[in-house]
C-alpha cells in the first residue's frame, strides 16, 4: 500500500526536527560537496520521505514523486529520482555514512536520550545479517557464508545495537568473515560518543581474540562461542551424564531448555598459554510430532562472560540480544534493506549510506514515539502504527486539509500530533484536520 498521504504527521516531525538542528550543516554541509548537495536538508528529507513510506526501489518512488510533493504542499523539497540517481552515483567514501551517524548521535542526545537505556544499563548488541543480491554485478556481491542462501551472491551487514536504536553499520562483500567487524565495531561505538559498559554477540564473535580486547577497554560482555572447542565438547558429554542422573548442577529454565555453569575453561586454541573464562553451556530440545511420531532434536550453545551474576540471569541476559534481531526485521519488513540503489563496480559505498539512511529513519521515528505518541504506542512498529492508527484515521491530504475517514478511530491522537507540530506557526503552509 502507499503510505504517502497517512506518514504526513511523521515525515513533518522529521522536518521540525532537522529544520531547527544547528548539526546538519556542520556534519554534512563538507561531504554534501563532494556529491554536488548544496542543501543538505533536502537530501536528508528526501531520504526520509522514501524510507517512512516504503518504497522499495527509486523507481517506485519515481511513480509516486508528484503525489509526493503534493502532500507536502510546499512546506520543504524533495529531490526527483532521477536527481537522487546521480547523487548517489557521487558517493566516493564512508565519511557521509559516518557523518550521518554522528548527526543521529547528536539528535538522540538533544530529543530522545532515553532510546540509548536498557534494564542493564547502556548495552552494545553487535550482529550480522546477510543480504541477497539478486545481481552478480554489484560490488562485493559473492558467494559467501551464509547457510540460508547456498548459491547465491550476497553482501553482509554487521550492526551495532544499542537500546533501542543502531548507531553504526558496515557492509561487506559476501565472501568476508564479519567477526572481524568486532573491534571495529566497539572503537567506532566509542568514537560517535556512546558511552557503554556491556558488550553482547553472538558466537560468531566468540573468539579469544575479541573477549582479550573487550577486558582491555575493561567492558564486561556475554558473548556466544563455538561448542567445537575441545574443552566444551567433554563438557557437552558431562552435562549429558548429569541430565540422567538429574542433578543439581542442571539449573532449567523451562521446558526443553536447560543450563549448566562449567566455571573456568580454556576458550583459546591458538594461544601457548590457555585462556581460562567462564563459560555457560546451555542444552535447548526441540520436540516436533511429523507423521505421527515425535522427532526430538537437541542443541547445545554456551556463553563466554565474565560477568559475576548468577547463570540463570547470565542466560536471560544473553538472551535479550533478540532485541537487534528484532530491529533487522523493522529494517527488512518496512525499510526494504534488502532492496539496494544501484548496481555496478563503484556501487558498495553508495549501498552503505543507503542502508545507513535507513538505519537514521528509523531512528527518526523512534525518537517521533518518544516524543509525540502516549506511552501506550510507544513501542509499537512503524507498519503496526501507519495500519492501526493513521490509515482508519486518515482518508486523503487534499488543499491543505486532513480529510477524515468517515468513523475516525484515533482522531485524539491525531489531532494531539498536529497541535505539537503547528506549534510557534512552523509550517509554511498549515495544515487543517476537517471534522
Not at 556542520?26 to 516504503?54: A, D, E
Not at 542493564?120 to 557464508?145: P, T
Not at 558466537?203 to 562461542?225: P, R
Not at 559475576?308 to 528484532?326: C, G, H, L, S
Request: glycine share 4%; hydrophobic share 40%; with cysteine.
Amino acid at each position: 500500500m502507499n503510505y504517502c498521504n497517512i506518514t504526513l504527521p511523521i515525515i513533518l516531525f522529521y522536518y521540525k526536527i532537522l529544520k531547527e538542528s544547528c548539526w546538519i550543516n556542520k556534519y554534512l554541509k563538507s561531504p554534501c560537496k563532494l556529491i554536488n548537495v548544496s542543501i543538505p536538508l533536502t537530501f536528508i528529507m528526501t531520504l526520509l520521505m522514501i524510507h517512512t513510506v516504503g518504497f522499495e526501489y527509486i523507481s517506485h518512488y519515481q511513480k509516486f514523486y508528484a503525489e509526493c510533493v503534493s502532500v507536502i504542499n510546499g512546506n520543504f523539497t524533495i529531490y526527483c529520482a532521477d536527481m537522487l540517481r546521480k547523487i548517489l552515483m557521487l558517493v566516493p567514501g564512508s565519511m557521509i555514512t559516518w557523518k550521518f551517524f554522528l548527526l543521529q548521535r547528536r539528535l538522540v542526545d538533544q530529543h530522545a536520550p532515553s532510546l540509548c537505556d536498557s534494564k542493564h544499563g547502556k548495552v552494545l548488541d553487535i550482529d550480522g545479517l546477510s543480504l541477497v543480491s539478486y545481481s552478480r554485478k554489484r560490488e562485493g556481491s559473492d558467494f559467501g557464508h551464509s547457510r540460508k542462501f547456498k548459491g547465491r551472491p550476497l553482501l553482509q551487514v554487521s550492526g551495532s545495537f544499542i537500546g533501542k536504536i543502531f548507531i553504526d553499520c558496515k557492509l561487506f562483500s559476501g565472501n568476508t568473515n564479519t567477526s572481524t567487524f568486532f573491534k571495529k565495531a566497539v572503537k567506532r561505538a566509542f568514537s560517535l560518543g556512546y558511552s557503554f559498559t556491556i558488550v553482547r554477540a553472538d558466537a560468531l564473535y566468540g573468539i579469544a581474540e575479541n573477549l582479550l580486547f573487550s577486558e582491555k577497554l575493561s567492558l564486561l560482555y556475554a558473548i556466544g562461542i563455538s561448542t567445537s572447542l575441545k574443552a566444551l565438547k567433554k563438557g557437552k558429554k558431562l552435562f549429558k551424564k548429569l541430565a540422567k542422573k538429574k542433578s543439581y548442577k542442571i539449573i532449567h529454565i523451562k521446558k526443553g531448555n536447560a543450563i549448566m555453569d562449567l566455571g573456568l575453561v580454556n576458550v583459546a586454541k591458538q594461544y601457548t598459554k590457555p585462556v581460562l573464562r567462564r563459560v555457560i553451556l546451555c542444552r535447548r530440545i526441540h520436540r516436533r510430532k511429523k507423521n505421527g511420531n515425535w522427532k526430538i532434536k537437541t542443541y547445545f550453545h554456551a556463553i563466554v562472560t565474565n560477568l559475576d551474576w548468577t547463570p540463570r540471569a547470565v542466560y536471560r541476559f544473553y538472551m535479550q540480544r533478540q532485541v537487534i534481531e528484532n530491529g533487522f526485521k523493522e529494517l527488512r519488513y518496512h525499510f526494504n534493506i534488502n532492496k539496494f540503489c544501484k548496481n555496478g563496480k563503484t556501487s558498495l559505498k553508495a549501498n552503505e549510506l543507503w542502508i545507513a539512511s535507513k538505519m537514521f529513519a528509523m531512528t527518526m521515528y523512534k525518537i517521533f514515539a518518544e516524543t509525540i505518541l502516549s506511552k501506550r504506542l510507544r513501542n509499537k512498529r512503524i507498519r503496526t502504527l501507519l495500519r492501526e492508527l493513521f490509515e482508519n484515521t486518515i482518508s486523503r491530504i487534499q488543499n491543505q486539509k486532513v480529510v477524515l475517514r468517515r468513523n475516525p478511530k484515533h482522531l485524539w491522537h491525531l489531532k494531539r500530533m498536529f497541535t505539537k507540530l503547528q506549534q510557534n506557526n512552523f509550517l509554511m503552509h498549515p495544515y487543517e484536520i476537517q471534522v
